[in-house]
Each structure stands twice: as structure tokens, then as C-alpha cells.
């Protein structure tokens, strides 16, 4: 046990979610999520746990201290890093802790199915973005705002389980223009917003950088802030 929870990807949580908590929190990575023999499992990628960390185990597998709970992927890393974000926990994978989201960067993919209208793109995303500059190449839209910029292009690869079934021909990639630690998690939710106003006009769907579904900007905050 402690090799297969030191090699990891292994989540680190200060207490057990309920059932239902954590199925549901899957289900935005994998609606199809289902649990059978106390494994959640969420397309190929598998959720063992929860398993309590005792000292011997916290010693064998040199975890960190102050974490009581582990579940063990056997799978996508994003699977544990999105619930890390929205459960309050940390993820621990070849013998050290992963690094989190950093605070001033939440960047943020819209799949869409058509081509949006640059006009009506840049009419749209403006108020957030604090104005948008389009620039069209083949194959690619570029809009750069004084906040947010966006990247309209090609899907390339799968289409992440999140998005389900459907003809996904585009993304559309939301970053911060510069990074502003003293307004960092204002500026998140404003991503947040863009986001779900541009799949709401285009009918897409918005995922965070972990392939978990977007619902709220508040989504791409950490569990443990308060706003």
C-alpha cells in the first residue's frame, strides 16, 4: 500500500465527503461516473479509498503531516488535481507534493461545436475582458483583451469525457492577459464568467484546466476561500 500511495497520483483530504459530495464532484470530470465495489470510477480512471492514513503508512510512504484521509487514483492525474481544487486537499504523486493552480493564472477551455461570429465574439466577451482586439488567422481567432484573452481554435485530440458525446469541432482557450496577484481570485471569477456567458451564447461547454465541467465562476476558486 504505501508504494502504490507514495507513487500515487494520491489524494490528500482533511476529512472523508460523503458519498454523494464526492460522486457528484466526479461526475463534472466523467458524468458517467459510477462507484462498484467501493472504487469510484470515472471512465478507465479509478478512485480507491477512502483510506486512513496512519502513522505507519504516513511514515512508509513519507507523507506530509496534517492529512487524516487518502483516496488513491489509478488513473488521470486531473481526475485528483480537480478534486484537490474543490474539496480542499493536495496532491501527492512520485514521493512529493503537487503543485497547485497558481493563484493569478485559471485558464479555462469552452468546446464548441461552430465557428463563433467575431462580431458578435468580441461584442459579447468585451464588458469582461475589458475590451477585445480580434485578429484572424487560417484556422485560428486570437481576441486580446486588457483582462482576459481568448484562443479559438482546432480541436486537437479526444474531447475530454466532460463534454460528452456531441460534435466538438473547436476550442475556444480563456487565459489572463497579466498576472495580478492582488486581484488574482477577482479576476478568476471573471474568467469564470466569460466562460460561461460564451457557452451559453454558442451552446459549448466550459471546463477548467483540470477537464472538470465549469457551473459557476466560483468554480474556479479554491474550496478553502470564502467570497
Known sequence: MARRVRRGPTLLL????????????????????????????????????????????????????????????????GLVGGLAHRLGGIVFAGGRVLPGRDADHHLVTVYLARRPDPGRFSELVSPYAGGVTHTGVPGMDLYSGGRISALVRAVEGAAPPAVGAGAWELTCDLSETAADPAGAHRLALEVGRTALVIAAEFDGVPLDCDGYRITEPRDLLPASLTV
Open 14 to 77: 482533511s476529512d472523508v465527503p460523503g458519498r454523494e459530495r464526492l460522486l457528484d464532484t466526479v461526475r463534472l470530470f466523467a458524468p458517467e461516473a459510477r462507484v462498484d465495489g467501493g472504487v469510484v470510477w470515472a471512465g478507465d480512471s479509478g478512485l480507491h479509498g477512502p483510506v486512513e492514513v496512519t502513522p505507519k503508512l504516513l511514515r512508509q510512504a513519507r507523507l506530509p503531516g496534517g492529512w487524516p484521509v487518502l483516496y488513491v487514483s489509478s488513473g488521470d492525474e
